[in-house]
């Protein structure tokens, strides 16, 4: 039987007070609980309610048309979403309640819905305006029982709530929602009717369909670009409203290529370009939701590839006048400068050596026995920049102690100084000589020793040292800051042998401990130290003694400990 519905407006005024579409909270019995929820009869007759979790252990549900039950069944928790096929208990124009029931400890809880079954919505359309708001359109029919239609949207389709809802009256078919309360994003967009049945808010019929929404996002601004050896890095300010740019550049035609389309970040790095060459890029920032796109408008900046000198050639080691190991290669037309970079056994990745405008570098603080890998770069400056050869030299690798032999023991043992007194004072230095000139020095002079022990004083340089092994092959296995004597107490120069020891020299109030004698009464021993233990003249790394060698305590122990009677003890 046609039944037809005359819109009231004090009705009207009453459903909108009452409706609990999607996130509202209606107050009912003490059992009802208060959960968002979105119900509709979908387009095969389902009863359809999305609802928030109440109950931990799940649910049970009961369909009922007027007080009999026609329908029952049990709801995992969790599933958010029941859709009720009625079957033949199916029938149109009827109102249903669904009561959704907590199991459990919260089976006194219970959520009812009421649904309205019929055929009475039809072409839902949507429509984008060029300012980016949405025009929602149906169809209601002549003979529509509702009185109220709510048009929802969420960008979760699983979500109990809308983030965005509008309703009208029975007497409208059309609904705008302005640009300004959308995201870029996909929606599912919901059409739902409504009515007021003896006092309930009852659902009807509800259309569901997906929606991809895109605003045209604002222009890129803050172009800049960092121009490398061959390559380009772009970047740009973030514009707030964009998913992502569209980049592409421009060919010898004019016309321009895509690099890159919905780009993610505000930097791009394009690889390949000429040098000498002038390019254009554009950028453009981009919305994009499924398969709409946006585009703003774009930004143009403009290139010029440098003109990058070629890779030196073959690398040469040699030796310079005072013994350190020296690269050379040939010149490079077009290159400024060259930049060494070197690599060591122990080490991940090539690190910066030295920069020169020569055509050769010496290679100071090498490790004698690492093994180390050189290769050089040439360098071209162009707008300020510094861009290096887009490949390097051929890697030269040596281990210095291998590649310096005899003369390089010969010029490395020149490096060495020694002592010099004047009337008043004692030309010293501080500065430590390299490890491998302390090791060139006792090669190339060939010292020997009764011992497996050689110790050498560097009186200029105020540095002990103490060899292990024997003629030709000694390893450098301790040094320490010593203090010599001065101008008016000379540190006797030569070659001597640990002649005694005596466990120390003692006074009334001081001591000397753990003294090695190698010449006389000149000898190795402690700093002067108080009888209770401590430090009477502190002074070490300077003359300041009466011609003994002072040293730390444990220094001192040691050579008393360790280095036998007959080890040759170099004094120069």
């Not at 222009?219 to 050896?229: L, P, W, Y």
């Not at 290679?363 to 920049?385: E, F």
């Not at 022990?453 to 301790?478: A, H």
């Not at 009477?536 to 036998?564: K, L, Q, T």
Request: proline share 3%; glycine share 8%.
């Amino acid at each position: 039987m046609e039944r037809r519905h005359q819109a009231n407006p004090a009705v009207l005024c009453l459903v909108l007070v009452m409706l609990f579409l999607l996130g509202c909270s209606v107050r009912i019995k003490a059992a009802e609980v208060k959960v968002n929820h979105i119900g509709y009869v979908d387009s095969v007759g389902r009863l359809v309610l999305k609802y928030e979790d109440f109950s931990k252990k799940g649910y049970t549900w009961q369909v009922y048309q007027k007080k009999v039950c026609v329908k029952k069944g049990r709801q995992v928790s969790g599933a958010k979403t029941l859709a009720v096929n009625l079957g033949d208990k199916y029938t149109k124009d009827t109102i249903y309640k669904l009561v959704l029931c907590g199991r459990g400890k919260e089976n006194k809880r219970k959520l009812t819905v009421y649904y309205f079954t019929g055929k009475y919505l039809n072409n839902f359309m949507i429509n984008q305006s060029s300012s980016g708001s949405l025009n929602f359109r149906w169809n209601n029919g002549e003979d529509s029982l509702y009185q109220v239609f709510a048009v929802g949207l969420t960008s979760d389709p699983a979500a109990a709530a809308f983030d965005i809802q509008v309703r009208t009256d029975s007497s409208k078919s059309s609904i705008d929602i302005p640009g300004t309360k959308l995201a870029t994003g996909t929606y599912q967009v919901h059409l739902i009717s409504l009515l007021n049945h003896k006092g309930k808010a009852v659902f009807g019929e509800g259309v569901v369909i997906p929606y991809d929404y895109a605003t045209e996002p604002g222009q890129v601004i803050g172009v800049n670009s960092v121009v490398n050896a061959d390559s380009v890095t772009l970047s740009w300010n973030a514009v707030s409203d964009a998913s992502g740019y569209n980049v592409s550049q421009q060919t010898d035609t004019g016309a321009y290529v895509d690099i890159a389309s919905n780009q993610q970040g505000t930097s791009i790095t394009i690889p390949k370009l000429t040098g000498g060459k002038i390019y254009r890029f554009k950028v453009a920032a981009v919305n994009a939701a499924g398969t709409k796109v946006s585009v703003g408008k774009d930004a143009i900046v403009q290139v010029t590839m440098p003109k990058i000198a070629s890779a030196p050639q073959k690398l040469l080691l040699d030796l310079d006048k005072s013994g350190s190991i020296k690269i050379r290669w040939s010149t490079v037309p077009d290159a400024d400068f060259y930049h060494l970079y070197f690599k060591t056994t122990d080490m991940d990745d090539y690190r910066l050596f030295g920069t020169t405008k020569e055509t050769e570098k010496v290679l100071k603080n090498l490790s004698p026995d690492n093994r180390y890998a050189i290769k050089v770069y040439a360098c071209t400056k162009s707008q300020g920049q510094v861009y290096e050869s887009l490949t390097s030299s051929p890697v030269k690798t040596f281990v210095p102690s291998q590649y310096m032999g005899k003369n390089q023991w010969k010029m490395l043992a020149l490096k060495v100084r020694s002592v010099h007194y004047g009337k008043s004072r004692v030309t010293y230095t501080t500065k430590k000589y390299p490890k491998e000139v302390r090791l060139a020095f006792v090669h190339y002079k060939k010292y020997k020793s009764k011992t497996k022990y050689l110790i050498w004083v560097s009186l200029y340089t105020q540095q002990c040292n103490i060899f292990e092994g024997e003629k030709g092959n000694w390893k450098l296995i301790r040094s320490f800051d010593i203090a010599s004597g001065t101008a008016e107490n000379r540190t006797p120069t030569g070659t001597y042998q640990i002649q005694y020891k005596e466990k120390g020299w003692y006074y009334n109030y001081t001591k000397e401990l753990y003294v090695s004698h190698y010449k006389g009464r000149n000898a190795f021993h402690t700093r002067p130290l108080y009888n209770d233990g401590s430090v009477c003249s502190p002074a070490i790394g300077r003359p300041v003694s009466h011609g003994c060698i002072r040293c730390y305590n444990e220094d001192a122990r040691f050579i008393y400990e360790e280095c036998p009677v007959g080890t040759t003890v170099v004094m120069y």
